[in-house]
């Protein structure tokens, strides 16, 4: 059964740490997004990459960086998490052949305190 | 940026009833996807159904069906025969103009309760 997975589905953070969501395929795509899940605004796209080191901004990358030192892996880092960042993450993939064939992860449910 | 919108927040219907939740869409492109996702109370997203803009009969999916009304933008869902499985969020979604890297654009969702 191919995966997506977050490694934590539920973290509790104190305001200015740093956090790192991590997300891992073993389906060997390419693609490789993070969204962001609010109620009332749906999801949006916080970091996307394409291949291994590669990343793109999307619509809401303030106070968030990511990285892609592996195919299967990508991380999520929030530097100086804030309260404003309390959300539910969503990692997703897809492969180039079938770009829009998403799998998801099951999210995680991030609050900062 | 297309915008995709989904004016129903929350809806409920009776287990065995019919419904439809709207979605409206905005693109320039003449050719395009549609999507409709599900996510239950696990979280986990799944895709529904999937419409290619170029094909004129709507899609289909067992008890799910939409209606496509390319002019009017609009993307409905119709669940028949609803049952309590169906309990979900709903996203209609809709990619990039001109990417070639699979983002998509999400509706806010629709909140689908069934009940006995």
């Known amino acids: 059964d191919v995966k997506v997975t977050q490694s934590s589905r539920y973290l509790v953070k104190r305001t200015g740490e740093k956090v790192f969501l991590e997300c891992v395929q073993d389906?060997?795509?390419?693609?490789m997004f993070w969204y962001r899940q609010d109620p009332g605004l749906g999801l949006r796209l916080i970091y996307f990459?394409?291949?291994?080191?590669?990343?793109e901004k999307g619509d809401i990358p303030e106070g968030y960086s990511v990285s892609r030192e592996k195919k299967e892996r990508f991380s999520l880092i929030l530097e100086s998490a804030s309260t404003n960042q309390t959300s539910m993450y969503l990692c997703?993939?897809?492969?180039?052949?079938?770009?829009?064939?998403?799998?998801f992860g099951s999210g995680t449910r991030l609050t900062v305190v | 940026a297309q915008t995709v919108t989904q004016s129903q927040p929350e809806m409920s219907v009776q287990e065995a009833e019919t419904v439809t939740l709207s979605c409206t869409y905005d693109?320039?492109?003449?050719?395009?996807?549609l999507f409709w996702y599900k996510q239950p109370p696990s979280r986990q997203m799944i895709l529904v159904i999937r419409?290619?803009?170029?094909?004129?009969q709507n899609a289909t999916e067992n008890r799910f069906s939409v209606n496509f009304q390319k002019a009017a933008k609009s993307f409905s869902l119709k669940i028949s025969d609803s049952q309590l499985g169906d309990t979900a969020m709903y996203f209609c979604a809709m990619p990039d103009r001109g990417s070639t890297l699979g983002r998509l654009y999400f509706g806010r969702g629709t909140q689908l309760t069934v009940w006995p």
């Open positions: 389906m060997d795509h390419e693609n």
């Open positions: 990459s394409y291949d291994v080191k590669m990343k």
């Open positions: 419409q290619e803009a170029y094909k004129q």
């Open positions: 997703a993939s897809t492969a180039v052949q079938d770009r829009y064939g998403y799998t």
């Open positions: 693109t320039s492109e003449n050719n395009y996807y």
